[in-house]
Structures are given as structure tokens and as C-alpha cells.
């Protein structure tokens, strides 16, 4: 059984550009959370979608930030026109009610 | 005040040593609680997921709640160098259909071998 995947790993973007990070989550698995994670930071929650819907977007900044988890294909998140302050680990989990398991995290850079 | 308050660290014990780290927390509504190693540049691991007061055990990990104090810890027992890795506790309030999690800053634990 794969565990949550991610993808890209590592991606390089330079200010005014789009990120997109994608998440599968874990079979049968239909909660996916995004959190971020800032350097010497814990992870803090951003959003959390069901198929086609959004249940909790409280965490998300109110501008350039999206999410996304369509009825078929991976939830995404999509960052406009980065600035450098949106360097960090994203991480994707997936839960099946309760416990909540993680992906290995999509690592962002804005140069 | 944060809500989930933990000690950053770094904490470095000699191996074979027990290991306690905890959590205090602000909101009495918290319901589930869990802990989570994060070895570095990688995802957290869940290992431990309780919802009571009391211990939970597992291998050489045992997870302890107070809910009246709002203390959290997790005890390893016979520590590995290959337990170091940074230890974050989360905890949720209870939903149906699940809710976020809300992160300590993590404490980093180093075992000396």
C-alpha cells in the first residue's frame, strides 16, 4: 500500500512565478490536508479538502494561495507570484477519518 | 500564548537512556492527541495516536495524556542513535469527519552512541 506521495521533491522558482505542488493521497484515503513548515518552525495547517471540496481554508493566506482536489488526479496547491517568503517544506497528508499520515513533502525555494 | 507549547531542545542522552518528552497545551477542546518523528529533509512519521487520558504503549514508545493538567509526553525506553530525529506532538479537537492538526515547534533529540 504506496504512502502519500508528492511531488515535484525539490522545486526552484524565482519571485513573480507559479508553484504548483501535487498530492496523492494514501488509497481509500479521502481527507487531504496541506501544512507548511518554515525553517525552525513547526508544521502549521493551511487547508483541508474532500473530493471537490473545500472543508477548512483558515489556514490559508488570503492572497496568491489556492487548493485544489478534483474528483479525479491529485490535490493540488498553487502558489501566484512568489516571493521569497514562501520558501519552505509543504507537506500533504492524507487521512481516512482520524489520524492523519504524511507525505515526504515538497520542498519550494524561491530565488 | 501558543496554543501547543514544547521544548525546542536539543536533548542528548547516551544511548540506552529514557527518553521523555512532553507538550503542555492551552485548549481544554483538544480530544486527540498524537506524536510524530521527523528525521531531517523527510515527512513527519506518526508513532503514537491516542484519545484518552492514561498510557498507551507500543514497543518501546509509551504515550501518556493528562487531560486535567493538559500535559502531554511520550517516554522511549533504551534510546537508539537511530531515534534521533526531531519529535513533534499534535493534537485535534474532535469532528466527525476529521480536523487539522495543531503542531508543537518539535523538540530535537540526539542519542549518543
Not at chain 1, 511531488?7 to 508553484?19: F, I
Not at chain 2, 518501546?60 to 531515534?83: C, E, G, M, N
Request: glycine residues 8%; contains cysteine; charged residues 25%.
Amino acid at each position: 500500500n504506496a504512502g502519500v506521495m508528492q511531488n515535484p521533491r525539490h522545486l526552484v522558482r524565482r519571485r513573480g512565478q507559479e508553484a504548483r505542488l501535487r498530492c496523492s493521497p494514501m488509497k481509500g484515503h479521502s481527507h487531504v490536508y496541506w501544512y507548511r513548515q518554515l525553517p525552525e518552525e513547526g508544521l502549521k495547517f493551511m487547508v483541508y479538502l474532500q473530493k471537490e471540496n473545500i472543508i477548512d481554508e483558515s489556514g490559508m493566506p488570503k492572497e496568491r494561495f489556492s487548493a485544489e482536489f478534483p474528483k479525479e488526479g491529485p490535490s493540488i496547491l498553487r502558489i501566484q507570484q512568489v516571493v521569497r517568503g514562501d520558501s519552505a517544506a509543504y507537506f500533504c497528508a492524507s487521512s481516512p477519518s482520524g489520524e492523519q499520515y504524511f507525505g515526504p513533502g515538497t520542498r519550494l525555494t524561491v530565488t | 500564548q501558543k496554543e501547543v507549547e514544547q521544548d525546542p531542545g536539543p536533548l542528548s542522552v547516551p544511548e540506552g537512556a529514557i527518553v521523555s518528552l512532553n507538550c503542555t497545551y492551552s485548549n481544554s477542546a483538544f480530544q486527540y492527541f498524537m506524536w510524530y518523528r521527523q528525521y531531517s529533509r523527510k515527512g513527519p512519521e506518526l508513532l503514537m495516536y491516542t484519545y484518552s487520558s492514561g498510557n498507551k504503549e507500543d514497543g518501546r514508545f509509551t504515550a501518556q495524556v493528562d487531560k486535567s493538567s493538559k500535559y502531554i509526553s511520550l517516554f522511549i525506553r533504551d534510546s537508539q542513535p537511530s531515534d534521533s530525529a526531531t519529535y513533534l506532538c499534535a493534537m485535534r479537537l474532535f469532528m466527525e469527519y476529521g480536523n487539522k492538526l495543531v503542531f508543537g515547534a518539535g523538540t530535537i533529540l540526539r542519542v549518543k552512541s
